[in-house]
């Protein structure tokens, strides 16, 4: 990964719409060498996916839930039912296994309060959890989808 490498990934982090000529421009290469270093970066693993980055609020799933699970439950029969029942509900955009007092974590979007409600119904319906926490968000203070580059 060398510095031009850096940038390829720092534009499509930013823009994954930009054409290969607008690329290779920022990137101060021409167009047939910055094609086959982002396929490179594709076939490495560096770039999983391009993709368009919706606006939550004009899809009507405007507001963020985080919820904290705990669970007496530590095997992976558990485990994967619970990723089985995760997996079924699209509100649940993020999912996470963690260390410390919290279990697994999720991050939900939902239209509104009742909107959270039919996924908490959902999921205590289909296991047994040792406390569900729920936290709403009252404001988005940063977002982003760019990983640093730093580390590289």
Request: glycine letters at 4%.
């Amino acid at each position: 990964m060398d510095k031009i490498d850096k940038l390829i990934l720092l534009h499509l982090q930013r823009d994954a719409s930009l054409s290969l000529q607008q690329l290779s421009e920022l990137v101060h290469l021409s167009p047939t060498p910055c094609w086959r270093r982002v396929q490179k970066l594709e076939q490495d693993g560096y770039i999983r996916a391009r993709v368009a980055l919706l606006e939550p609020r004009k899809l009507n799933v405007g507001v963020t839930v985080f919820v904290a699970i705990r669970t007496t439950e530590h095997n992976d029969q558990w485990m994967q039912k619970l990723c089985d029942v995760v997996k079924d509900i699209p509100e649940i955009v993020e999912f996470y296994r963690m260390s410390g007092d919290t279990d697994y974590l999720m991050r939900v979007v939902v239209p509104n309060v009742e909107g959270y409600d039919n996924i908490y119904k959902r999921l205590v319906s289909r296991l047994d959890f040792a406390g569900i926490s729920s936290s709403f968000a009252m404001e988005q203070i940063k977002y982003t989808t760019a990983l640093p580059l730093d580390y590289v």
